[in-house]
């Protein structure tokens, strides 16, 4: 079993919709969350980054973790086609803040025009 | 020059050869960091150098060896290829400072086929 486990999709949505992304993982000293965004050929790119358990929000994208449940999500309000990437969790304990990150294993999103 | 330049784009190499792949980190990043991303997979974190030593290391043989340089710059060696080291070899460049860094930023990435 991964550590970190991440639905692969495809995820295919209408331009306009809410899409929720998910991840668990299974290493309790996890305390820093990422989420990164990766367009196809191109490297990840930092999004969102929270510590421990809580909500943060930035535009249109919230994240939350919930290390009672070890349940991170990414929402993306009014998603857009340029939204259409593959999104990445990734994680670390405290002793190596944000480095050395844990990934998921992606998922796929696509938003229809 | 701001950004992280990876070095070269694509590369085929036969099973058994050596390869050297380079990155250019970020302007005032001080950290470097390997992973390698198999097709359809999220990236493997392989190591990690601050000021020119091993930071850290993940899961990967001996085989797979590094350089950080003075300015910061970083080699990723890997002798004796296997066709499973087939993957995007991502370098990501960082400030370290106090506990930990945060904001990597990755090239993108070299392509490498063993065949």
């Known amino acids: 079993q991964k550590e970190v486990e991440q639905d692969p999709g495809p995820l295919s949505v209408p331009e306009g919709a809410i899409v929720s992304l998910n991840c668990t993982y299974s290493?309790?000293?996890?305390?820093?969350f990422m989420w990164y965004r990766q367009y196809s050929r191109k490297g990840p790119e930092l999004l969102m980054y929270?510590?421990?358990?809580g909500n943060k929000e930035d535009g249109r994208f919230t994240a939350q973790v919930d290390k009672s449940s070890k349940y991170i999500s990414l929402f993306i309000r009014d998603s857009q086609p340029s939204d259409s990437a593959t999104y990445l969790c990734?994680?670390?304990?405290?002793?190596?803040?944000?480095?050395?990150?844990?990934f998921g294993g992606g998922t796929r999103l696509m938003v229809k025009p | 020059e701001t950004g992280v330049t990876q070095s070269p784009t694509h590369l085929i190499k036969t099973r058994g050869q050596q390869v050297t792949l380079r990155c250019s980190s970020q302007?005032?990043?001080?950290?470097v960091s390997w992973y390698q991303q198999a097709l359809g997979q999220g990236p493997q974190f392989i190591f990690q150098?601050?000021?020119?030593?091993?930071?850290g290391r993940g899961n990967f043989p001996p085989r797979f060896s590094g350089l950080q340089f003075p300015n910061y710059s970083s080699e990723l060696n890997v002798n004796a290829l296997e066709l499973d080291d087939s993957a995007l070899y991502l370098c990501?460049?960082?400030?370290?400072?106090?506990?930990?860094?945060?904001?990597?930023?990755f090239g993108s990435g070299t392509r490498l086929t063993v065949v």
């Open positions: 990501a460049s960082s400030l370290q400072a106090g506990g930990g860094s945060f904001g990597y930023t």
């Open positions: 290493n309790s000293a996890f305390q820093y």
């Open positions: 929270t510590y421990s358990s």
């Open positions: 990734a994680m670390s304990p405290p002793n190596n803040a944000g480095n050395m990150l844990t």
């Open positions: 302007s005032g990043h001080n950290t």
């Open positions: 150098y601050y000021r020119e030593e091993e930071n």
